[in-house]
């Protein structure tokens, strides 16, 4: 696994190869679809579950992780062998003219916006980037299913945010001053607040913890 951006000996070692087979050419893109929790096994089948996806094109994947630092959290590997999580498996997404050497400078000025201390479970996860990453490249967004739960635990979120605030009045206070019930506000802003970040070790990216587990038995 490596991070972008890429080496400029990289990139250009790239072009020579791409230059000795002839050019670019149209080439398939793919999405590999990950399960962060055997959970999966069982909400798969009702259009849920907790995923981790990446992007396979020119022979490699890219993802996206978290890490504490304000540098890209855009990576490489080898398809369908992504770290720490279980393959499930892969959608084919279109097509692409971009050469490989096209496609990592793509790649590199895309890893500018998805650092890795900017990874948000719900607002912004690995999901998020491959469907960015496929409509710039063929104009569709990535299976809804797959980043499905984020977004039903973003409408949970924004709901208990808009949740009117109750006053409750003291019986000791003689003066009929308002108390203002706060658990639910603060509940909601601790949810909100809450990045889950990955931490990395030794300068990779390390993967999810105990959330997305919890998240999964509290639909079961």
């Known amino acids: 696994m490596r991070l972008f951006p890429l080496s400029s000996s990289s990139s250009s070692s790239a072009s020579d190869k791409e230059q000795s087979n002839g050019g670019s050419s149209r080439v398939m ?16 089948w009702f259009g849920l ?9 020119h022979g490699m994947e890219y993802g996206f992780g978290a890490h504490e630092y304000p540098t890209s959290g855009v990576f490489e590997v080898e398809p369908r062998s992504c770290p720490g999580f279980i393959f499930r498996r892969s959608v084919l997404l279109g097509s692409t003219n971009m050469s490989r050497s096209e496609f990592q400078s793509f790649m590199e ?12 479970l719900i607002a912004k996860n690995c999901n998020h ?13 990535i299976p809804g299913w797959i980043n499905r739960m984020a977004r039903l635990e973003s409408i949970q979120i ?9 006053p409750t009045f003291s019986d000791d206070d003689d003066d009929g001053v308002e108390s203002v019930a706060s658990s639910t ?12 970040l990955l931490t990395t070790p030794n300068g990779e990216v390390a993967f999810l913890k105990e959330k997305p587990v919890r998240l999964a038995k509290e639909l079961l």
Do not use: W
């Open 185 to 196: 506000t603060a509940g909601s802003e601790e949810m909100g607040s809450n990045h889950h």
């Open 158 to 166: 924004t709901a208990v945010r808009h949740l009117p605030d109750h």
């Open 109 to 120: 000025h895309l890893s500018a916006k998805y650092h890795g201390d900017t990874y948000h």
């Open 129 to 141: 980037f491959t469907d960015e990453v496929c409509k710039q490249l063929t104009g569709k967004p």
């Open 29 to 44: 893109l793919y999405l590999n679809i990950y399960d962060l929790t055997p959970i999966n096994n069982y909400l798969y």
């Open 49 to 57: 579950g907790i995923f981790h996806s990446g992007i396979e094109v």
